[in-house]
């Protein structure tokens, strides 16, 4: 799985690097205005969309510094010069990649065990908040030992949907912030460019997760007869792999722009999907 590959790269970044250990001791830049603008105007309705899609609003963060800081080297000639390095302009790009991801111990901090807890805390709250508007996660007339059973299987595809979110937003931030500044030099264009493609594909691949999980799915699986129970089991094993499956191709789809743009060669691809 692509997402796999590039996950474990970003976890072990290129310390070694000219550009990641410029990017590590580089003086903190303020956020881009368009970013202040948009927190201002959503911060009303902003805490509890940034504790549950924690990892969405990094990622974003992370897109458009990666963008930004790429299209600033190119501004400035040092990409070009470090392209010329073995391993290539994608050895760059990852370079500042992941040394914008692990500056003051981002990625370490949202993957620490309590904001892991707080998390799925708050999204079991909402949930248990909206029982009276949805179905019973257990039919009626279900044996005592599925009334056990559901919830725990609820319980764990939530959390794997959590943590599949939080690998897929990380690497598509990645790959977004390396791809746009391959299309502008200007680093305004470029962070603008990252933060729109990224709320685009984010939203896209929601969207298209509730359409198909949990419209398309429930009736057809009435269509079809099935027991309540058996579609109890089904559905959010179903809906786990339908969001995983949906952001893979994005994220494969991207990469295989980004090999295109680049250039890259088959020994520099193994240079991130190691």
Not at 8 to 35: E, K
Not at 216 to 244: K, M, Q, S, W
Request: proline share 6%.
């Amino acid at each position: 799985m692509l997402t796999w590959k590039i996950w474990r790269g970003l976890r072990t970044p290129p310390q070694q690097h000219p550009l990641f250990r410029r990017v590590m001791v580089a003086p903190l830049r303020p956020a881009p205005w368009y970013v202040g603008c948009a927190i201002i105007l959503v911060a009303p309705l902003l805490l509890l969309p940034a504790i549950l899609f924690t990892s969405a609003f990094y990622s974003l963060r992370w897109a458009v510094t990666i963008a930004g800081t790429i299209a600033r080297e190119r501004e400035a000639g040092m990409f070009e010069l470090i392209s010329l390095s073995p391993e290539g302009g994608l050895g760059a790009s990852w370079a500042i990649c992941t040394a914008s991801i692990h500056r003051n111990q981002s990625l370490n901090q949202i993957q620490s065990p309590m904001s892991w807890l707080v998390r799925l805390g708050f999204t079991l709250l909402i949930l248990s908040s909206l029982g009276n508007f949805v179905e019973p996660l257990v039919p009626i007339g279900a044996s005592a030992a599925l009334e056990i059973i559901i919830p725990l299987l609820y319980l764990f595809t939530l959390a794997g949907a959590l943590y599949v979110d939080h690998m897929q937003s990380v690497a598509m931030g990645s790959l977004i912030g390396m791809l746009i500044p391959t299309y502008t030099r200007s680093r305004i264009d470029a962070g603008v460019g990252a933060f729109i493609i990224f709320l685009l594909l984010q939203v896209t691949t929601y969207a298209l997760t509730l359409l198909i999980g949990f419209s398309f799915l429930p009736g057809l699986f009435r269509g079809l007869g099935f027991a309540p129970t058996l579609d109890a089991v089904l559905l959010p094993v179903l809906r786990l792999a339908i969001f995983g499956l949906i952001r893979e191709g994005i994220i494969a789809g991207l990469w295989r722009v980004l090999v295109e743009r680049l250039n890259i060669a088959a020994s520099e691809m193994v240079y991130v999907t190691r």
